[in-house]
C-alpha cells in the first residue's frame, strides 16, 4: 500500500476534509476534498435539482397539477441561493438580478410549454411537428430543467461568450455529479445519466446555436448545421465516421442532436416573444432531418443540398 502524510494547505482544507469524513475512507482524497470545498455551491443546486422537485413539476407540465405558482416561488428562491453561494466562491459582487429573472423565465417556459406552444401563432404543421418533439417523459423535462439552471452560469462573471465557462463549471464544481445521480434516480439506474450529462454540456456549449448572424449569401439552414459539423464534439456525439471516402453520421443521434437543439431555441425564443424566430427555426430542424434521410446520412451530401 502506498502511504504518505498529507500536509494541510493555507486555507485548512484537509483538516476540514479531516473532521467531516470523520476516520472513515474515500476513495479518493482530491475528490473528497473538492466535494468539501464546492459543498456551498452544491447544497443549493441538489435543492434545484430534487427529484422530489422534479416530480412535482413534471405532474404540472403535463397537466396531472396545478401548482406552477409555487413551483415558481420555489425554484426563484432556490436559485437566488445557488447564485448567491457563487459569488461569495468567486468574491465578486455582480448583480444576478437579472439572471435569476431570465431563469425563472425560462422554468415558467418550460413548466408550460405545452400550453404557450398551443397559443402562438404556428403553422399547423410546425406546431404539430414542435408538440411532438418537446419533453414527452420526466427524463426528457429533469434534462431541459437542469439545462435552465446551468447553462448561463458562466454570465456571472462574463458578459458575452460565457458558455464555456458555464459549461466548465458543471465539471469543476461537481454539478454534473448531482444531475447523473438525480437522473439515475428517476430512471432507477445510478449508472444511465451520463448520457444525459453529456447532451446537457453539448447544450450549454451551443446554447445560442440559432441566433449566429449570416455571413455571407449561403441559406441560413446551411450556415447553422456547416458551424455545428465542425466541432469535434458534436461531430463525436453523432459518430461521425468515414466508409469508402464517404463521412456518414448516425442518424438517430442526428435526430436526438436536432430535437434537443430545437427545445433550448424555443424556450428562449418564447422568453422573447419572437414567434417568426420559432417558426424559421421549427422549419430549418425540419429541413435537416428531412434531408438527411433523403441523403442516408452523408454529411458532404447534407451540406451541399441545405446550400442549394
Request: aromatic share 12%.
Amino acid at each position: 500500500m502506498d502511504w504518505r502524510i498529507q500536509p494541510d494547505n493555507e486555507y485548512s482544507h484537509y483538516a476540514q476534509l479531516y473532521k467531516y469524513l470523520g476516520g472513515k475512507g474515500v476513495p479518493s482524497i482530491q475528490d473528497s476534498l473538492k466535494e468539501l470545498i464546492y459543498q456551498p455551491i452544491l447544497e443549493p443546486f441538489r435543492q434545484i435539482m430534487s427529484s422530489e422537485f422534479i416530480s412535482r413539476c413534471y405532474l404540472t407540465y403535463n397537466g396531472t397539477s396545478s401548482d406552477s405558482s409555487q413551483l415558481g416561488s420555489d425554484f426563484a428562491q432556490a436559485y437566488q441561493l445557488f447564485l448567491g453561494e457563487i459569488k461569495v466562491y468567486l468574491s465578486i459582487k455582480s448583480d444576478t438580478g437579472p439572471m435569476q429573472t431570465e431563469a425563472l423565465s425560462l422554468f415558467n417556459n418550460l413548466i408550460g410549454l405545452h400550453k404557450k406552444i398551443d397559443s402562438i401563432p404556428l403553422d399547423e404543421i410546425a406546431k404539430t411537428y414542435l408538440l411532438s418533439v418537446i419533453p414527452q417523459t420526466e427524463i426528457e423535462w429533469a434534462t431541459l430543467y437542469a439545462w435552465v439552471g446551468v447553462h448561463k452560469l458562466g454570465n456571472i462573471q462574463l458578459e458575452d461568450s460565457y458558455n464555456s465557462l458555464s459549461r466548465s463549471w458543471i465539471e469543476e464544481w461537481r454539478l454534473g455529479n448531482v444531475i447523473k445521480w438525480v437522473i439515475g434516480e428517476i430512471q432507477q439506474s445510478p449508472t444511465n445519466g451520463g448520457d444525459t450529462l453529456f447532451v446537457i454540456k453539448l447544450m450549454t456549449e451551443f446554447q445560442n446555436w440559432f441566433s449566429i448572424p449570416k455571413v455571407d449569401d449561403s441559406p441560413l439552414q446551411y450556415t447553422l448545421l456547416k458551424r455545428l459539423l465542425r466541432e469535434p464534439e458534436i461531430q463525436n456525439y453523432l459518430r461521425v465516421n468515414r466508409f469508402h471516402d464517404i463521412l456518414y453520421f448516425n442518424a438517430e443521434r442526428f435526430e436526438s442532436l436536432c430535437k434537443w437543439l430545437l427545445n433550448i431555441a424555443v424556450l428562449q425564443l418564447l422568453g422573447n416573444g419572437n414567434h417568426t424566430k420559432i417558426n424559421e427555426t421549427v422549419k430549418i430542424i425540419d429541413n435537416w432531418l428531412r434531408i438527411s434521410n433523403e441523403v442516408k446520412y452523408q454529411v458532404t451530401a447534407l451540406l451541399e443540398k441545405l446550400r442549394e
